[in-house]
């Protein structure tokens, strides 16, 4: 069992960053994948973001690849995501999830753990 907080939403512009903290609690005496899954209005949810916090693999979506860099500070439980570039379809909830796993996931419905999400808006 595992608990996780996301914080650093907030409404930015077009170019600009923003950076989403994950806290995570509980029991992590286990290889877990951590993933950033955003859902927007009308859309499909999006594994934007998947990391190992014991092998620091990561994986990103072609949509943000090159844009988005998630990280992960064991020590402190924490894992993050860096977004640059920011568009305007970034525009979503992003939840933080995790499931263990000795892979990463890319499939929003394989993640057992969820956060409450924070809202990312990205103004023209």
């Known amino acids: 069992e595992v608990q996780l907080v996301e914080s650093g939403g907030g409404l930015v512009q077009a170019g600009g960053s923003l950076r989403l903290s994950c806290a995570v609690s509980?029991?992590?005496?286990?290889?877990?994948?951590i993933g950033w899954v955003r859902q927007a209005p009308g859309k499909e949810r999006e594994v934007v973001s998947s990391?190992?916090?014991?092998?620091?693999?990561?994986w990103y979506a072609d949509s943000v690849k090159g844009r988005f860099t998630t990280s992960s500070d064991n020590a402190k439980k924490m894992v993050y995501l860096q977004m640059n570039s920011l568009k305007p379809e970034d525009t979503a909830v992003y939840f933080c999830?995790?499931?263990?796993?000795?892979?990463?996931?890319?499939?929003?419905?394989?993640?057992?753990?969820w956060g409450q999400g924070t809202q990312v808006t990205v103004s023209s």
């Open positions: 509980g029991s992590t005496d286990e290889d877990y994948a």
């Open positions: 990391i190992s916090t014991f092998d620091v693999d990561t």
């Open positions: 999830a995790a499931v263990s796993t000795t892979i990463l996931i890319v499939h929003p419905w394989l993640y057992t753990y």
